[in-house]
């Protein structure tokens, strides 16, 4: 058993590049972003204000959430229904950053994410993981790069799902999200003391699944199994 805590702002590339770890290593990937997205798709539906911590508290008993694996690939369900891409908006990360600062949110999913943990060899990753959710993981990262390499990431995948977007309001809401989630009350976006810091901004994707295997290879005894 192996758990990988992979942290950092958003549109460091943590998903996609977890999700590639997670294949050549063989174990779950866990997208905890996912999760709170799918709070914060539901509390839009219902038409609160995200920053309503009463509010979006008094609605947490209406929501149900389910983590599956199809062919490695996770699944999240609210409510019985598969949200697929309808969570990957740039509005739908800012819910999601918002949902994320109140406390019963964190609470309500925390026992979700520590459960998969322990049945699962993981590669986890969000705002939060190495110092909240995986306090004692094997290896913990805190993967960044520059703002508008983020930025052009997140346009770049945002473009080649059809979305119509501008580079100059992807790269304002980034920076706005990344004032938002290190500025919170409730785990500010910040890395743990004992992560190993990746910039990844001159890395390809590839490059940067690379890099985090050497780590896994160098801090931990999973390839001696």
Known sequence: MIQIAIDGPGGAGKSTISKGVAAKLGIVYVDTGAL???VGYYVRN??????????VGAILPEISIEVAYVDGAQHVFLNGEDLGDKIRTPEMSMYASAVSAIPSVRAFLLETQKEIARKNSVI???RDIGTV???????KVYLTASAECRAKRRYDE?????????FEDVLREMNERDTQDSTREIAPAQAAEDAILLDNTGL????????IIALVREK????AN
């Open 36 to 38: 709170y997205r799918t």
């Open 46 to 55: 219902k038409e609160i204000d995200p920053h309503d911590r009463d509010a």
């Open 124 to 126: 986890m990753d969000g």
């Open 133 to 139: 959710i995986l306090p004692n993981a094997d290896l």
């Open 158 to 166: 945002l473009i080649a799902k059809g979305q119509s977007v501008r």
């Open 204 to 211: 390809n994707l590839e490059e940067s699944i690379d890099a």
């Open 220 to 223: 931990t005894d999973f390839f």
